[in-house]
Protein backbone atom coordinates (compact mmCIF):
# COMPACT_ATOMS: atom_id res chain seq x y z
CA UNK A 1 0.00 0.00 0.00
CA UNK A 2 1.14 3.55 -0.46
CA UNK A 3 2.43 5.24 2.02
CA UNK A 4 1.17 9.05 1.42
CA UNK A 5 -1.74 10.77 1.34
CA UNK A 6 -2.79 13.33 -1.24
CA UNK A 7 -6.10 15.16 -1.85
CA UNK A 8 -7.82 13.56 -4.87
CA UNK A 9 -8.00 16.86 -6.90
CA UNK A 10 -7.19 20.24 -7.23
CA UNK A 11 -7.47 23.31 -9.49
CA UNK A 12 -5.17 25.65 -10.93
CA UNK A 13 -5.29 28.74 -13.04
CA UNK A 14 -3.23 28.73 -15.86
CA UNK A 15 -0.27 30.96 -14.63
CA UNK A 16 -0.22 30.87 -11.51
CA UNK A 17 1.53 28.28 -8.80
CA UNK A 18 0.24 25.39 -8.48
CA UNK A 19 1.39 23.97 -4.48
CA UNK A 20 0.76 20.34 -4.31
CA UNK A 21 0.42 18.85 -0.47
CA UNK A 22 1.36 15.09 -0.04
CA UNK A 23 1.26 13.64 3.41
CA UNK A 24 3.93 10.92 4.82
CA UNK A 25 3.74 10.73 8.33
CA UNK A 26 5.35 7.21 8.87
CA UNK A 27 8.71 8.53 6.18
CA UNK A 28 11.61 6.23 7.85
CA UNK A 29 14.94 7.73 8.15
CA UNK A 30 16.40 5.85 4.64
CA UNK A 31 13.19 7.03 2.54
CA UNK A 32 13.15 9.34 -0.03
CA UNK A 33 9.71 11.74 -1.42
CA UNK A 34 9.46 11.17 -5.18
CA UNK A 35 7.16 12.78 -7.82
CA UNK A 36 5.66 11.91 -10.53
CA UNK A 37 2.72 12.65 -12.68
CA UNK A 38 1.05 10.77 -15.29
CA UNK A 39 -0.70 12.88 -18.36
CA UNK A 40 -3.55 11.02 -19.78
CA UNK A 41 -2.45 8.32 -21.69
CA UNK A 42 1.22 8.31 -21.13
CA UNK A 43 3.55 6.90 -19.10
CA UNK A 44 4.90 8.39 -15.80
CA UNK A 45 7.23 11.15 -15.84
CA UNK A 46 9.74 11.66 -13.49
CA UNK A 47 9.73 15.46 -11.86
CA UNK A 48 12.10 15.74 -8.61
CA UNK A 49 13.06 13.66 -5.60
CA UNK A 50 14.50 14.82 -2.32
CA UNK A 51 15.50 13.25 1.07
CA UNK A 52 15.20 16.15 3.34
CA UNK A 53 16.86 19.26 2.05
CA UNK A 54 14.52 21.67 -0.69
CA UNK A 55 14.86 20.36 -4.01
CA UNK A 56 14.49 22.88 -7.30
CA UNK A 57 15.08 21.89 -10.50
CA UNK A 58 14.11 23.05 -14.17
CA UNK A 59 9.98 21.27 -13.42
CA UNK A 60 9.47 22.05 -9.91
CA UNK A 61 10.38 22.73 -6.63
CA UNK A 62 9.92 20.02 -3.71
CA UNK A 63 9.55 21.66 0.21
CA UNK A 64 9.55 19.16 2.32
CA UNK A 65 9.26 20.05 6.26
CA UNK A 66 11.58 19.75 8.70
CA UNK A 67 10.32 16.60 10.71
CA UNK A 68 9.66 15.11 7.12
CA UNK A 69 6.41 14.48 7.96
CA UNK A 70 5.06 16.06 4.80
CA UNK A 71 6.10 18.06 1.40
CA UNK A 72 4.76 20.00 -1.41
CA UNK A 73 5.22 19.89 -4.76
CA UNK A 74 5.61 23.66 -6.51
CA UNK A 75 5.14 24.08 -9.97
CA UNK A 76 5.78 27.62 -10.31
CA UNK A 77 3.82 28.88 -13.36
CA UNK A 78 1.03 26.33 -14.36
CA UNK A 79 0.51 25.58 -17.71
CA UNK A 80 -2.50 23.63 -19.41
CA UNK A 81 -0.12 20.93 -20.32
CA UNK A 82 0.52 20.37 -16.14
CA UNK A 83 -2.83 18.83 -16.38
CA UNK A 84 -1.87 15.54 -15.05
CA UNK A 85 -1.95 13.32 -12.31
CA UNK A 86 0.64 13.44 -9.30
CA UNK A 87 1.94 10.95 -7.43
CA UNK A 88 3.78 11.66 -4.40
CA UNK A 89 5.87 8.16 -3.45
CA UNK A 90 8.05 7.45 -0.65
CA UNK A 91 10.97 5.07 -1.66
CA UNK A 92 13.32 3.32 0.53
CA UNK A 93 17.16 4.55 -0.49
CA UNK A 94 18.92 1.43 -0.03
CA UNK A 95 18.01 -2.36 0.87
CA UNK A 96 14.33 -2.74 1.73
CA UNK A 97 12.11 -3.48 -0.82
CA UNK A 98 14.72 -3.24 -3.71
CA UNK A 99 13.21 0.54 -4.55
CA UNK A 100 10.40 -0.18 -6.03
CA UNK A 101 7.83 2.40 -6.54
CA UNK A 102 4.41 2.27 -5.13
CA UNK A 103 1.65 4.69 -6.51
CA UNK A 104 -0.98 5.70 -4.85
CA UNK A 105 -4.24 7.59 -6.40
CA UNK A 106 -2.13 10.56 -6.81
CA UNK A 107 -3.50 13.97 -6.84
CA UNK A 108 -5.64 14.96 -10.29
CA UNK A 109 -4.81 18.97 -10.85
CA UNK A 110 -6.57 20.55 -13.64
CA UNK A 111 -4.91 23.46 -15.03
CA UNK A 112 -7.91 26.11 -16.11
CA UNK A 113 -7.41 28.81 -18.74
CA UNK B 1 10.20 9.69 -20.72
CA UNK B 2 12.76 9.19 -23.52
CA UNK B 3 15.34 6.33 -23.46
CA UNK B 4 12.88 3.51 -22.27
CA UNK B 5 11.41 2.14 -25.21
CA UNK B 6 8.33 -0.44 -25.19
CA UNK B 7 7.00 -1.97 -28.20
CA UNK B 8 4.30 -2.70 -29.41
CA UNK B 9 2.59 0.47 -28.50
CA UNK B 10 -0.51 -1.15 -29.16
CA UNK B 11 -1.44 -4.91 -29.29
CA UNK B 12 -4.76 -6.72 -30.11
CA UNK B 13 -5.52 -10.15 -29.22
CA UNK B 14 -8.24 -12.61 -28.96
CA UNK B 15 -8.79 -14.52 -25.79
CA UNK B 16 -6.59 -17.56 -25.68
CA UNK B 17 -3.91 -15.86 -27.68
CA UNK B 18 -0.24 -15.21 -26.19
CA UNK B 19 1.30 -11.49 -25.88
CA UNK B 20 4.41 -10.64 -25.89
CA UNK B 21 5.66 -6.95 -24.62
CA UNK B 22 8.86 -5.82 -25.22
CA UNK B 23 11.33 -3.12 -23.35
CA UNK B 24 14.76 -2.09 -24.40
CA UNK B 25 15.77 -0.17 -21.02
CA UNK B 26 17.43 3.23 -21.03
CA UNK B 27 21.08 3.04 -21.87
CA UNK B 28 23.36 1.88 -18.99
CA UNK B 29 20.41 0.91 -17.30
CA UNK B 30 20.46 -2.67 -15.53
CA UNK B 31 17.29 -2.57 -13.79
CA UNK B 32 13.86 -3.40 -15.24
CA UNK B 33 10.31 -3.48 -13.80
CA UNK B 34 6.86 -3.80 -15.14
CA UNK B 35 3.96 -2.12 -13.87
CA UNK B 36 -0.02 -2.80 -15.30
CA UNK B 37 -2.51 0.06 -15.28
CA UNK B 38 -6.70 -1.12 -16.31
CA UNK B 39 -9.03 1.19 -17.01
CA UNK B 40 -9.35 4.08 -14.82
CA UNK B 41 -7.12 2.26 -12.21
CA UNK B 42 -3.80 3.17 -10.52
CA UNK B 43 -0.38 1.80 -11.29
CA UNK B 44 0.30 -1.58 -10.13
CA UNK B 45 4.06 -3.11 -9.95
CA UNK B 46 4.31 -6.30 -11.35
CA UNK B 47 7.79 -7.51 -10.96
CA UNK B 48 11.82 -6.15 -10.84
CA UNK B 49 14.20 -7.30 -12.94
CA UNK B 50 18.02 -7.09 -13.37
CA UNK B 51 20.01 -8.99 -16.08
CA UNK B 52 19.11 -12.86 -15.85
CA UNK B 53 17.38 -12.53 -12.01
CA UNK B 54 14.08 -11.83 -11.50
CA UNK B 55 14.53 -9.46 -8.19
CA UNK B 56 10.96 -9.30 -7.00
CA UNK B 57 7.89 -10.66 -8.43
CA UNK B 58 5.76 -10.09 -6.09
CA UNK B 59 3.12 -8.12 -7.94
CA UNK B 60 2.93 -10.51 -11.03
CA UNK B 61 -0.51 -13.06 -11.26
CA UNK B 62 0.34 -16.61 -10.29
CA UNK B 63 -0.63 -18.18 -13.86
CA UNK B 64 -0.15 -16.96 -16.75
CA UNK B 65 2.76 -14.07 -16.57
CA UNK B 66 5.95 -14.08 -16.94
CA UNK B 67 9.13 -12.03 -17.58
CA UNK B 68 12.59 -11.87 -18.65
CA UNK B 69 15.55 -9.83 -18.82
CA UNK B 70 17.97 -12.11 -20.26
CA UNK B 71 21.72 -11.02 -21.25
CA UNK B 72 21.11 -9.83 -24.53
CA UNK B 73 18.26 -8.46 -25.73
CA UNK B 74 15.21 -6.48 -24.25
CA UNK B 75 13.38 -7.18 -21.38
CA UNK B 76 9.94 -9.50 -22.33
CA UNK B 77 7.14 -9.69 -20.34
CA UNK B 78 4.95 -12.78 -21.25
CA UNK B 79 0.48 -13.20 -21.21
CA UNK B 80 -0.26 -16.56 -22.27
CA UNK B 81 -3.84 -17.74 -23.00
CA UNK B 82 -5.09 -13.88 -22.54
CA UNK B 83 -8.54 -12.96 -21.39
CA UNK B 84 -10.95 -9.73 -21.61
CA UNK B 85 -9.76 -8.91 -18.32
CA UNK B 86 -5.76 -8.38 -19.08
CA UNK B 87 -6.54 -5.58 -20.89
CA UNK B 88 -4.57 -2.83 -19.55
CA UNK B 89 -1.90 -0.77 -20.06
CA UNK B 90 1.29 -2.09 -19.45
CA UNK B 91 4.46 0.28 -18.72
CA UNK B 92 8.19 -0.76 -18.40
CA UNK B 93 10.86 1.32 -16.59
CA UNK B 94 14.88 0.96 -16.06
CA UNK B 95 17.00 2.52 -13.62
CA UNK B 96 20.82 2.39 -13.32
CA UNK B 97 20.42 -0.13 -10.27
CA UNK B 98 18.00 -0.77 -7.53
CA UNK B 99 17.32 1.43 -4.45
CA UNK B 100 18.63 4.90 -4.80
CA UNK B 101 18.53 5.56 -8.58
CA UNK B 102 15.77 7.30 -10.39
CA UNK B 103 13.49 5.04 -12.55
CA UNK B 104 12.61 6.47 -15.82
CA UNK B 105 9.13 4.80 -17.38
CA UNK B 106 8.27 4.43 -21.12
CA UNK B 107 5.44 5.24 -22.85
CA UNK B 108 3.71 2.27 -22.37
CA UNK B 109 2.11 -0.83 -24.40
CA UNK B 110 -1.64 -0.94 -24.69
CA UNK B 111 -3.20 -4.46 -24.66
CA UNK B 112 -6.69 -5.38 -26.19
CA UNK B 113 -8.13 -8.40 -25.63
CA UNK B 114 -11.21 -8.93 -28.03
Known amino acids: DAKTTQPPSMDCAEGRAANLPCNHSTISGNEYVYWYRQIHSQGPQYIIH???NNETNEMASLIITEDRKSSTLILPHATLRDTAVYYCIVRVAVGGSQGNLIFGKGTKLSVKP | NAGVMQNPRHLVRRRGQEARLRCSPMKGHSHVYWYRQLPEEGLKFMVYLQKENIIDESGMPKERFSAEFPKEGPSILRIQQVVRGDSAAYFCASSPKGSGNTIYFGEGSWLTVV
Open chain 1, 50 to 52: GLK
